[in-house]
């Protein structure tokens, strides 16, 4: 909470720099010579956890421990990109191929109210992602759009969610994040993990106009490999999101 805290308050220092990104859950540093390692260390050393996001991970890891220190432990992510033209393709032929059953219901919200904030943050939690707090969720941070499919009985199935949070002029610019997919563990097999994805995509490119969508996992998460290859995503092979946190 008090690192929530922390990144809500540092909102006006993000909007200076296109080199600091609030990341939700975790402050990200897109190009921290230009931001400047002494203001890295300062903010890393109250948060203990820093990502950098979509870098060559060697010399990544290298700058991590010249400037932060040995003892910060380092998390690998691999990195998957898209194109939007070939994901939105992609995307099409997962909706057509994942019809809706009859009753269900699937909503954008890029301003959720407080019990599908809640509803939300209750499924990521249980499917062991961690959730957007309240106000990255309605946008106040960055623009974020949230897909919520419910079941014939109102119940929340699937959700994933797609945030435009890399600023114009930094490195990412026309980059969005495409994540945060959580399916109910009594509807899974279904394929509503793709069919969510797939529909969040669609919906945030019409809203954001990105140009490339990109996703992040551990490299043992063959469940969802699969899946964003589907919604038309590759693995950048020479890229991967670095993470890294200290006691």
Not at 59 to 80: A, Y
Not at 92 to 117: C, K, T
Not at 162 to 191: E, I, K
Request: hydrophobic share 45%; charged share 20%; aromatic share 6%.
């Amino acid at each position: 909470m008090a690192l929530q805290r922390r990144l809500r308050e540092r909102q006006l220092e993000f909007a200076r720099t296109p080199h600091l990104v609030n990341g939700g859950r975790i402050m990200h540093v897109l190009e921290p010579e230009e931001a400047g390692w002494d203001l890295v260390r300062t903010l890393v050393a109250e948060d203990k956890i820093v990502g950098f996001p979509v870098v060559m991970a060697e010399p990544t890891i290298d700058q991590i421990n010249q400037h932060l220190g040995p003892n910060w432990q380092i998390s690998v992510f691999e990195v998957f990109l898209g194109k939007a033209d070939r994901v939105l393709a992609a995307c099409d032929a997962v909706v057509e191929a994942y019809p809706l059953p009859v009753g269900w219901h699937l909503s954008m919200h890029d301003y959720p109210n407080e019990q599908l904030i809640t509803e939300v943050q209750t499924l990521n939690a249980e499917t062991g992602v961690g959730p957007y707090p309240a106000y990255y969720m309605r946008s106040e941070a960055v623009p974020v759009l949230t897909a919520c499919l419910h079941d014939d009985g109102g119940k929340l199935v699937a959700t994933a969610s797609v945030a435009d949070r890399y600023p114009s002029g930094g490195r990412l610019s026309g980059h969005v994040f495409a994540g945060m997919v959580s399916v109910s563990a009594d509807r899974r097999r279904m394929g509503l993990g793709k069919l969510i994805k797939a529909n969040a995509l669609l919906a945030s490119q019409k809203c954001f106009g990105w140009q490339y969508a990109t996703e992040q996992i551990e490299p043992e998460n063959t469940a969802s490999r699969a899946m964003i290859l589907a919604c038309g995503l590759d693995r950048a092979q020479d890229l991967a999101s670095i993470v890294a946190d200290i006691d």
